[in-house]
C-alpha cells in the first residue's frame, strides 16, 4: 500500500465583513490631518481680531502644524511597527481629537499655538498607520478598489481647507464663529475611534524595534532653527543673531547627517538615497513646489481679506476656482503613468501660466480687482497644480531601490511639511514686510500679493528645470 504526500494548498485568508467600515475610519482619520493642514488659512484674520497678536503670530498659527508634523512623521510609521498600526492610529486620534477642542478653547494666541503644535503631534502618530492598515484590510488585488475610493477623497479633502473654513465661519454654529473649524474634528474623530475598535485589524507589533531619539532630537533643532528666525526676522527688526540661528540650522543639519551615517541600525532616514541625484533633485523640486503653492495662496487669501475686505465666506468663495482646478487636475493626474515625468512638466507649465495670469489681472485690475476676473486664472493654476499631486512622489521615488522606499518616502513626506511651514514663513514675511508700511491696506495688500506671485512664478521655473533631472518613469 502506498501513500501519496500532496504539498498544502495555501487558501487566502477571507477578507474581513468590515473592511469598508475600516477603510472608511482610515479616511476619516486621513481628512482630520489633511483638513487641519490648510482650514486656518482663511480664518487667520478673523481669529487675529478676537485673540489679537502680531502678524507674525497668524503666520504661526498656520506654520506650528506642519513644522511639528515634519518632525513627528520621521518617527510616526516606526511608532506603528513597534506597537501596532491599530493602537497608534487610535490613540493618534484620540489625542487629535482633544488638541482640537484644546485649540477650540483657547484664550489667546500663544494657546491656539500650544494647541496647534500638540494637533500635529498625535497627527504625526496616526497618519502614518493608514497605508499599513489599508494593505492589511485589502491584500492583493482588492487594494486597488481601496485606493479607488481613497484617492481621490484625499485629492479633495487636500485642497476643501479654506472652503470648509469659510462656510463653518459663515454657518456660525451655535455662536462658535472661527471656533468651529476645530470642532468639527470632534464628531469625525469619534467616527475613527468607534469605527476603528470595530474594524482595523489589531496586531502586537514588534518591540525590538528601536526610535533614534537623538536624531530626532537633532532633526526638530535644526528644523526649528530654520522656520523661527525666518518667521520673527521682519517683526525682530532682523537683528544680528536672527542671521546666526539660520547658519546654526545649517550646522545642526550637516549634524544631523553624520549622526545618521554614523547610526548601524535603525537610522530615521537611509541617506544613501540621497546619493542619487533624481532622488536629491526631487527634493529641491518639492522644496521650490511647496513653497511656491503655500506661500501664493495665503498670500492671496490674505489680500482678500486684510486688503479687500472680504468675509471669510467671500474668500473661500473667490478662491474655490483654484480648489476645483485642483481636484479636476488630479483626476488629469492619471495620465501620469503613460507620460512620466511630462506630466510634472505640463502640470508646471499650466500652473505658471494661471499664475502669471493672475499676476496679469493684479496689474490691470488693481484695487478694484473681482472675483470673476480672477476665476479663471486660479481654475487654471490649480489644474496644473493638481496633475503634480497624483505623479509626484512615485516619479521622485523611481531609481529608488526596495529596501529605501520606506526611509526615502517619509522622508519626502517630512520634507514636503517643512516646505509647507517655508511657504508660510518666507513668503508670508514677504507679504508682511510691503503689506505693513504706511499706506492704504489694499494698495499694500495688492502690491504685496504682486511680489509673492512673482517669487512664486520664479520657483515654479525652478521646479521646470528641475523636472528634467528627475527620473522618466516613477515606481
Known sequence: MTTTLEAPVQVA???????????????????????????????????????????????????????????????????????????????????????????????????????????????????????????????GPDMGKAYGVFGPSIGLATILGPIVAGGLIKLDPFGTDWRSIFLINLPMGAFTIAAGLKALPASSGDRSRKIDILGVLIAGTGMGLLVYPLMQGRELGWPGWIFGMLAAAVAVLAVF??????????????????????????????????????????????????????????????????????????????????????????????MGAGIAAVYAVFQVAGVDVSPWALAVPFLIAGAGMGMIFVPLFGIILGEIEDHEVGSASGALESIQQLSSALGVAVLGTVFFNRFAIAGRPDVNALAATQQVTLIALVLVAVAFGIGFLLPKRGR
Open 13 to 139: 485568508a477571507a477578507p474581513s465583513p468590515r473592511r469598508w467600515l475600516g477603510l472608511f475610519a482610515i479616511l476619516t482619520a486621513t481628512l482630520m490631518n489633511l483638513l487641519d493642514t490648510s482650514i486656518v488659512n482663511v480664518a487667520l484674520p478673523v481669529i487675529r481680531r478676537d485673540l489679537g497678536g502680531s502678524y507674525a503670530t497668524m503666520q504661526w498659527i498656520a506654520a506650528s502644524y506642519t513644522l511639528v508634523l515634519a518632525i513627528g512623521l520621521l518617527t510616526g510609521g516606526r511608532l506603528g511597527d513597534m506597537f501596532g498600526r491599530r493602537r497608534m492610529l487610535l490613540s493618534g486620534a484620540a489625542g487629535f481629537v482633544a488638541a482640537s477642542l484644546f485649540c477650540a478653547l483657547a484664550w489667546s494666541p500663544e494657546a491656539l499655538i500650544a494647541g496647534r503644535v500638540l494637533q500635529a503631534v498625535f497627527g504625526a502618530v496616526m497618519v502614518p498607520q493608514g497605508f499599513g492598515l489599508i494593505r492589511d484590510l485589502f491584500p
Open 257 to 350: 547627517v553624520v549622526q545618521q551615517l554614523g547610526r548601524k541600525s535603525s537610522p530615521l532616514v537611509e541617506m544613501s538615497v540621497f546619493k542619487r541625484r533624481s532622488y536629491a533633485s526631487g527634493v529641491v523640486f518639492i522644496v521650490a513646489f511647496f513653497v511656491a503653492i503655500i506661500g501664493f495662496s495665503i498670500a492671496a487669501g490674505f489680500l482678500l481679506q486684510l486688503g479687500l475686505g472680504y468675509t471669510p465666506m467671500g474668500a473661500s468663495v473667490a478662491m474655490a476656482p483654484w480648489a476645483i482646478g485642483a481636484f479636476v487636475g488630479s483626476a488629469a493626474g492619471a495620465m501620469a503613468p503613460q507620460l512620466g515625468r511630462k506630466a510634472l512638466h505640463i502640470g508646471l507649465a499650466v
